[in-house]
C-alpha cells in the first residue's frame, strides 16, 4: 500500500474530529473519501500533509512513517494537496504559479551567487515541464495570463496543474469539482484518469457522488471522524449504514 493510516485520532476542544481511523490507499488507484459535512475528511488531508499533528496513530507513506513530520519534508517526499478553496497567487501568471511549485537551484543562496548559468538552464527544464502540466489541463494557451484573469474553473484546473509541478506520487484533492460547471466536472475526471493512466494515485474529498462513483475504484466513507465503510462504487452505494449515515438513497449513475 503506497498510504496507510492507522488508529488516526485528532481532537480539537474536546471534539474528535478523527476517531480511531484506518484505511489504506493502494498504488495507481484513484481513492474517493466521502462522508457528511463535519466527518472529519479534511482533517484527515491536513493530518497527512502535516499542517496539524495527530493525538495517537500513525501515517505511513511508502514505508516510512510520516506522522510528525513537517509539511515540507512531507511534501519532499512526494504528496500534494489542493485545498477546498483556491489558493494560488492572483497576481502571479499562470506559469509563475506553477513554478512556485517546483524545486529550484535558486533557492539556495549560495547557488543563486555562483551558478547563475545553471539556475537559468534549470529554469528553462521547469518552464518545459510546466508546460506539459498545462498542456494536460488544456490551458497552456493562457500561460502567461494572470491567475486573477481566469474563470473559476480555469483556476482549478491551474491548482491542479501545479500540483502536478511538485512531481508528487500522491496527490490530495479536495473537492475538484466544487462549483464547475458539467462540461468542466467531465474535463476533470478525464485529466484524473489520464493520471491514473501515467502511474500516479490519487485520494480525493468530494461531495459529488456521480462523479466519485463514476472515478474512483475505492470509495472510502466517514461519519463522526470514523471510516464506516471501504469498498468498491456499487458495494457503497447498497450498504445500509452508508445509506443511513450520508447519501440517504441509492446515487444513481
Known amino acids: 500500500m503506497l498510504l496507510k493510516i492507522k488508529n488516526l485520532n485528532k481532537s480539537f476542544d474536546g ?60 511534501s519532499n517526499l512526494g504528496i500534494a494537496r489542493t485545498f477546498q478553496l483556491i489558493r494560488l497567487l492572483p497576481n502571479l501568471t499562470v506559469m509563475e504559479n506553477l513554478l512556485v511549485a517546483k524545486k529550484q537551484s535558486g533557492e539556495n543562496f549560495l547557488a543563486a551567487l555562483f551558478k547563475k548559468k545553471k539556475i537559468k538552464e534549470e529554469l528553462k527544464i521547469n518552464k518545459e515541464r510546466c508546460l506539459e502540466f498545462l498542456k494536460l489541463v488544456g490551458l497552456e494557451e493562457h500561460a502567461n495570463k494572470l491567475a486573477i484573469n481566469l474563470s473559476y474553473g480555469q ?60 472515478v474512483c475504484e475505492t470509495v472510502i466513507v466517514m461519519d463522526e471522524g470514523q471510516e464506516i465503510a471501504i469498498g468498491n462504487p456499487e458495494k457503497i452505494q447498497n450498504n445500509s449504514r452508508v445509506l443511513e449515515a450520508y447519501l440517504g438513497e441509492k446515487v444513481k449513475i
Request: positive net charge; aromatic residues 4%; charged residues 25%.
Open 15 to 74: 471534539i474528535k474530529a478523527v476517531n480511531k481511523c484506518n484505511f489504506d490507499v493502494r498504488e495507481n488507484s484513484i481513492t474517493g473519501l466521502i462522508g457528511p459535512n463535519g466527518a472529519g475528511k479534511t482533517t484527515i488531508f491536513n493530518l497527512i500533509t502535516g499542517l496539524t499533528s495527530p493525538d495517537k496513530g500513525e501515517i505511513i507513506f511508502e514505508g516510512t512513517d510520516i506522522t510528525n513530520l513537517q509539511s515540507y519534508k512531507i
Open 155 to 214: 483556476r482549478k484546473l491551474v491548482e491542479l496543474a501545479r500540483c502536478l509541478a511538485t512531481e508528487a506520487d500522491l496527490l490530495l484533492l479536495d473537492e475538484p469539482v466544487a462549483g464547475v460547471n458539467p462540461v468542466m466536472r467531465e474535463k476533470i475526471k478525464k485529466i484524473l484518469l489520464k493520471l491514473k493512466e501515467q502511474g500516479k494515485t490519487i485520494l480525493i474529498i468530494e461531495h459529488d457522488m456521480k462523479f466519485v462513483m463514476n
